[in-house]
């Protein structure tokens, strides 16, 4: 080769780099122990979590310890599939709309971490093929998130066959752990989403698997390693978020990062009277996060009282812990019957006949119309509904402390309010004109 096609392969690999470089720097990135956003500046990713939408569970729909195709199952047995299918659909369209994105920008939050079900790609029928209309569900919303500039985590929330037996997991009879068709499901399935969003850089890191339940800690490696390879065949550029076992609180299994560019993601709660052990939890995920030097963020945690809830703000905050980021649990919901007690964000007032509805879906088939309290399939249908309705952002109440609670990033910031590029600025907080202020 002459020394001019030297110089000039030279200059060609040096602005290749460039180039790469610059598009790395435009996504965000585990960069040592800090999440990072354009220009490889330091950003917090605050947000709150869309459950209820794609992923569904009674508590938040004024229902109980129903799994979603167990609620399924119960509006199917009380109007028949093709209005229960109707109404998942209208579900999709009406629970998060683009509505919903500007006023979570509005009020400040940076994020949007979005549970979904497989089932809303892919049919246990026809496996490894995969829902148009569930892409163009994705495909939206991240559309509204780059118009708003609300970054995404994508969070399957429910794995083939379920990766836990628990509601929230949406098991079926066969958990992930026990099969290896599901595990191979779910491989495949990280693999199509990170084909289709590698590109998206409003998309801030692909959340394997929620609060997974394995039979040790060595199945959910092997599980995760897995899936890394199949995403990083096509998709170098997002981050991956790894959650520990014993919902989402134990890492200790980890042996080291199990691939560039990851970060570690606990959940918090204090149920019941439970000892509080977030210092504790705080100490250890921070030890974990040290010794891999990978980043540490929390991305759920909430249903407790507004003093726990600014407490825990105030620890995530607290630049000694390290924390990179939190999202709130969740963004609306159907208050519980203890609403002091687990205060919520923004509430949706149910229906009554909605309320109804929900009485039946917790009892076992043959108890949901008892006699003399049956309702007709009509009624249902009408309740179901205003229950549509109901449930669109316009339509709700926002908790005013929560909300000033949760935005207020001002009482963090050391300099007083000043912020460098990339962390989160509160906004003026939108609110519907029916608030709770308690």
């Given at each position: 080769?002459?020394?001019?096609?030297?110089?000039?392969?030279?200059?060609?690999?040096?602005?290749?780099?460039?180039?790469?470089?610059?598009?790395?720097?435009?996504?965000?990135?585990?960069?040592?122990?800090?999440?990072?956003?354009?220009?490889?500046?330091?950003?917090?990713?605050?947000?709150?979590?869309?459950?209820?939408?794609?992923?569904?569970?009674?508590?938040?729909?004024?229902?109980?310890?129903?799994?979603?195709?167990?609620?399924?199952?119960?509006?199917?047995?009380?109007?028949?599939?093709?209005?229960?299918?109707?109404?998942?659909?209208?579900?999709?369209?009406?629970?998060?709309?683009?509505?919903?994105?500007?006023?979570?920008?509005?009020?400040?939050?940076?994020?949007?971490?979005?549970?979904?079900?497989?089932?809303?790609?892919?049919?246990?029928?026809?496996?490894?093929?995969?829902?148009?209309?569930?892409?163009?569900?994705?495909?939206?919303?991240?559309?509204?998130?780059?118009?708003?500039?609300?970054?995404?985590?994508?969070?399957?929330?429910?794995?083939?066959?379920?990766?836990?037996?628990?509601?929230?997991?949406?098991?079926?009879?066969?958990?992930?752990?026990?099969?290896?068709?599901?595990?191979?499901?779910?491989?495949?399935?990280?693999?199509?989403?990170?084909?289709?969003?590698?590109?998206?850089?409003?998309?801030?890191?692909?959340?394997?698997?929620?609060?997974?339940?394995?039979?040790?800690?060595?199945?959910?490696?092997?599980?995760?390693?897995?899936?890394?390879?199949?995403?990083?065949?096509?998709?170098?550029?997002?981050?991956?978020?790894?959650?520990?076992?014993?919902?989402?609180?134990?890492?200790?299994?980890?042996?080291?990062?199990?691939?560039?560019?990851?970060?570690?993601?606990?959940?918090?709660?204090?149920?019941?009277?439970?000892?509080?052990?977030?210092?504790?939890?705080?100490?250890?995920?921070?030890?974990?996060?040290?010794?891999?030097?990978?980043?540490?963020?929390?991305?759920?945690?909430?249903?407790?009282?507004?003093?726990?809830?600014?407490?825990?703000?105030?620890?995530?905050?607290?630049?000694?812990?390290?924390?990179?980021?939190?999202?709130?649990?969740?963004?609306?919901?159907?208050?519980?019957?203890?609403?002091?007690?687990?205060?919520?964000?923004?509430?949706?007032?149910?229906?009554?006949?909605?309320?109804?509805?929900?009485?039946?879906?917790?009892?076992?088939?043959?108890?949901?119309?008892?006699?003399?309290?049956?309702?007709?399939?009509?009624?249902?249908?009408?309740?179901?509904?205003?229950?549509?309705?109901?449930?669109?952002?316009?339509?709700?109440?926002?908790?005013?402390?929560?909300?000033?609670?949760?935005?207020?990033?001002?009482?963090?910031?050391?300099?007083?309010?000043k912020r460098s590029r990339g962390q989160t600025r509160r906004r003026n907080v939108r609110r519907p004109d029916t608030s709770i202020d308690q």
């Amino acid at each position: 080769m002459t020394t001019s096609r030297l110089v000039a392969s030279f200059i060609l690999s040096i602005l290749l780099i460039g180039v790469i470089t610059a598009a790395d720097a435009a996504f965000v990135r585990a960069e040592g122990q800090q999440i990072t956003g354009r220009d490889n500046k330091p950003v917090k990713l605050r947000g709150v979590l869309l459950e209820g939408w794609l992923f569904w569970h009674g508590l938040l729909w004024g229902g109980g310890f129903q799994s979603e195709t167990e609620m399924s199952a119960a509006l199917e047995d009380l109007v028949g599939a093709e209005h229960a299918h109707r109404f998942k659909r209208r579900v999709y369209e009406n629970f998060v709309t683009k509505r919903d994105i500007r006023m979570i920008a509005r009020m400040g939050f940076n994020t949007v971490r979005v549970p979904f079900n497989y089932r809303m790609l892919e049919s246990d029928a026809r496996p490894f093929e995969y829902k148009q209309e569930g892409w163009a569900l994705l495909d939206r919303l991240i559309e509204w998130c780059e118009r708003y500039g609300v970054y995404v985590v994508l969070d399957l929330h429910s794995a083939p066959g379920g990766q836990g037996r628990i509601f929230v997991a949406d098991p079926g009879k066969t958990l992930l752990w026990k099969s290896e068709k599901h595990k191979r499901r779910t491989v495949a399935l990280w693999k199509a989403i990170a084909a289709r969003y590698r590109d998206r850089e409003i998309v801030a890191g692909y959340d394997l698997l929620n609060e997974p339940h394995p039979p040790n800690g060595k199945a959910l490696v092997q599980m995760y390693r897995r899936i890394i390879r199949a995403i990083r065949k096509v998709d170098r550029n997002h981050m991956i978020i790894l959650e520990g076992g014993k919902f989402s609180t134990d890492f200790s299994f980890f042996p080291a990062p199990l691939t560039a560019n990851q970060s570690y993601c606990f959940h918090t709660y204090t149920f019941f009277p439970l000892p509080d052990k977030r210092a504790e939890q705080i100490e250890a995920i921070k030890r974990i996060g040290n010794k891999h030097n990978v980043p540490i963020w929390n991305c759920e945690f909430g249903a407790n009282t507004a003093e726990w809830i600014k407490e825990t703000v105030d620890v995530f905050e607290d630049p000694q812990n390290g924390v990179n980021g939190w999202i709130f649990w969740p963004w609306k919901r159907i208050p519980g019957k203890n609403s002091r007690r687990y205060r919520h964000l923004v509430e949706v007032q149910p229906p009554r006949r909605w309320v109804n509805i929900a009485k039946r879906m917790k009892r076992p088939a043959w108890r949901r119309n008892p006699f003399g309290r049956k309702m007709s399939q009509q009624e249902v249908l009408r309740g179901m509904e205003e229950f549509l309705d109901a449930m669109r952002i316009e339509n709700t109440r926002t908790d005013r402390k929560i909300a000033k609670i949760l935005t207020d990033f001002d009482r963090h910031t050391p300099d007083g309010g000043k912020r460098s590029r990339g962390q989160t600025r509160r906004r003026n907080v939108r609110r519907p004109d029916t608030s709770i202020d308690q």
